[in-house]
């Protein structure tokens, strides 16, 4: 009787974390050297780049500029032809969901706004997908976010 009950317990609990995984098993995280590498964010891809020069960013969609004249240093800065950022300053990353992407303004230009652990930016990439980044955390090498599929 004990083992039935255990084994049902189990099945539930398995049910319970099969439901609830989904949601999070989409989510990744990516580390960016400032101004030396580019995310491919429908790939997961990182590509190594020369500094002043956008050589090899085909397909990438972000990189991280470097603002020396404050802290936090980062800027979300988009790569590809037709990559567009929208900042939502003050909004946690996991707050953010599909139906918050109705309404913002998109950029194709650089968004002179540091990038702070409390925001969270929207990328509509080359490909036409929609993406969310955020918990930032800088380091004096890069900057290590998270960054999950929308739309």
């Known amino acids: 009787m ?11 609990a ?3 974390i099969c439901l609830t995984w989904p949601a999070q098993a989409l989510a990744a995280s990516a580390t960016l050297g400032f101004e ?10 990182i590509t190594e780049q020369f500094p002043d020069l956008l ?16 802290i ?3 800027v979300l ?10 900042v939502m300053s003050n909004t946690s990353y996991d707050s ?16 002179d706004q540091p990038l702070e652990a409390s925001d969270t930016v929207v990328v509509k990439t080359d490909a036409g997908a929609t993406f969310k980044l955020g918990n930032v955390f800088e380091d004096e090498a890069g ?9």
Do not use: C
Not at 36 to 45: K, Y
Not at 143 to 151: G, K
């Open 36 to 45: 030396t590498q580019a995310l491919d964010l429908d790939t997961g891809t």
């Open 96 to 111: 953010v969901t599909a139906a918050d992407v109705v309404g913002l303004s998109f950029s194709a230009g650089v968004i």
């Open 14 to 16: 398995i049910a319970i």
């Open 2 to 12: 004990k083992r039935r009950n255990f084994t049902s317990l189990s099945l539930v």
């Open 143 to 151: 900057v290590t976010f998270n960054y999950e599929q929308l739309q």
């Open 72 to 74: 936090p240093h980062a």
């Open 77 to 86: 800065m988009p790569v590809g032809e037709g990559v567009t950022l929208a």
């Open 55 to 70: 050589n090899g960013t085909e397909g990438a969609d972000v990189l991280i500029g470097y603002h020396a004249d404050r």
